[in-house]
């Protein structure tokens, strides 16, 4: 499991044979703006020899036990929580997570691998079904090799998504992690090798984006699951298609926020702020769009500003700090510029809207009114710390803005009557619903979503079965010797 890419002072980024430049692997600290550390890509012609190494090692890991597998998870569990604190060190670091968040998210990822390590045994036995004669079951298998690109904004926690659920089904994962953190994905690559993981169960490559199709076509892997943006998305389903992969994708999201009424302004203004917020906003299922009933509407604004504006940047290892920087200059240019046309086109800022005069890549916690279609913000995704507000007369005029998007992440309901939030739940188009709390995760729960968001499950007893073999064992009884004829 020892990874193939080495540490290195070039710089120099991968290069297609057209010339077109490979996103180079590096630590490059958000809030100084310093490259710490850099990593050269895998050769292109080592990319066989590492899935060839996955799938020897796969043929030995699927004939070992469940328990035994889940030992292995377990035990990464552990390995996880003690070293929490240089594993959040390290996520600051390289996004510039507060690290507070960066301390939680290690806690998640742990839990996940502890939940899958426990429940594995229950979820992978047998089914019987009932026949009219003989026997069929339903037996778990795994089906292989697995090419998992994972995203920078939870370095840890998508992964063990991917990585807790495969590994104990016995399949074996070879990993493409962001390019923005190379150092966390070699953490978990040592994290798995010292939990007893065999060479070749679990590997990290620096892999170039034009290597991916080597990938994906190779014999021995059989499937492909992503979360990311939809650009990458649509170009992985399309390899996936076309080699005939399974895909599982988790894409982007413009989650609707909906305020029916406010029994507790105060209550309701926190779950839209920390909805919008954590992780720097930087997540596929924050609050992107609160949508407000006009009854409403002055007083949750009235507090959401006064929310908005307790925000201030400073240093994401600092304790103190209430807004940590995006995860790269880009980033930070890239919502400013969001941000910038709607104001050009004619919205209001109701808090925030520009970049601090402070060093970083920070961008203003940013609340945004009388977004219309023709502003980037009303159909785009906005990852960063900005939300669009939106003041609605009724229930159905809510349900058709929140569903007027190309997203179905996740959508969350406010309201003091349970069953009117239900209501209104139930009519909107989301792979996930929550109500009275803010959008969330626990490793019980499905997730996924519809639409352009994606498709496909993970976490719970569903992610388990997205790359299962589900096989079917049909047994009739034996037929009968026929009788010895007579004489």
């Known amino acids: ?130 026949v009219m004669k003989g026997e069929a079951v339903v037996v778990n298998e795994p089906t292989g090799v697995l090419f998992a690109i994972e995203p920078w904004n939870y370095p840890l926690y998508q992964v063990v998504r991917v990585a807790g659920p495969n590994l104990t089904l016995g399949n074996t994962i070879v990993l493409k992690h962001a390019e923005l953190n190379p150092q966390c994905a070699l953490a978990l ?74 029994p507790d302004l105060g209550r309701t203004v926190k779950a839209a702020t920390m909805g919008r917020m954590a992780n720097t906003g930087q997540a596929c299922i924050a609050a992107k769009r609160i949508i407000v009933l006009a009854d409403v509407y002055d007083e949750f604004v009235a507090g959401m500003q006064q929310a908005f504006g307790t925000f201030t940047p400073g240093d994401p290892a600092d304790p103190a700090t209430t807004l940590g920087p995006l995860s790269t200059e880009k980033a930070a240019q890239d919502l ?55 003041k609605v007369a009724d229930e159905d005029e809510a349900v058709r803005l929140a569903n007027d998007s190309t997203y179905g992440l996740s959508a969350v309901v406010y309201s003091g009557d349970a069953d009117r939030a239900r209501g209104v739940a139930d009519r909107l188009e989301s792979g996930m619903v929550w109500i009275n709390q803010p959008s969330g995760s626990s490793p019980e729960l499905p997730f996924g979503g519809v639409k352009r968001s994606g498709y496909g499950r993970e976490l719970s007893e569903l992610g388990m079965f997205e790359f299962a073999n589900r096989r079917l064992v049909r047994t009739l009884p034996a037929a009968k010797p026929a009788a010895p004829a007579a004489g």
């Not at 170009?235 to 894409?251: P, Y």
């Not at 060093?359 to 502003?375: I, N, R």
């Open 189 to 262: 690559e040592e994290l798995f090798r010292d939990a007893g993981a065999p060479e070749g169960v679990y590997t990290n490559v620096f892999l170039a984006i034009s290597d991916t199709e080597q990938v994906i076509s190779h014999p021995a892997v059989q499937g492909v699951t992503l979360t990311g943006s939809e650009k990458a998305g649509s170009s992985v389903a399309s390899l996936a298609g076309k080699h005939l992969k399974k895909s599982v994708l988790e894409l982007g999201g413009s989650d609707p926020f909906v305020v029916l009424d406010t």
């Open 336 to 390: 400013h510029a969001q941000i910038q046309d709607a104001v050009d086109k004619g919205a209001t800022v109701l808090a925030g809207g520009g970049r601090p005069e402070h060093a970083g890549a920070f961008v203003e916690a940013t609340l945004l009114a009388d977004v219309t279609p023709d502003m980037r913000a009303y159909s785009e995704e906005l990852f960063g710390p900005a939300a669009v507000l939106y």
């Open 1 to 130: 499991m020892t990874s193939t890419q080495t540490d290195t002072s070039t710089g120099t980024s991968a290069k297609t044979d057209s010339g077109t430049a490979d996103r180079a692997y590096a630590t490059v600290n958000p809030f100084t703006g310093e490259t710490e550390r850099e990593f050269d890509s895998l050769p292109s012609d080592q990319v066989t020899a590492v899935v060839d190494r996955a799938h020897a090692a796969y043929l030995d890991w699927r004939r070992r036990s469940v328990a035994e597998r889940a030992a292995v998870v377990g035990r990464a569990a552990d390995l996880m929580l003690e070293r929490s604190d240089a594993l959040a060190a390290l996520i600051t670091t390289e996004m510039g997570k507060r690290i507070q968040e960066a301390a939680g998210e290690v806690q998640l990822a742990a839990s996940i691998l502890r939940y899958y390590a426990d429940e594995a045994e229950q979820f992978l036995a047998p089914r019987t079904i009932g």
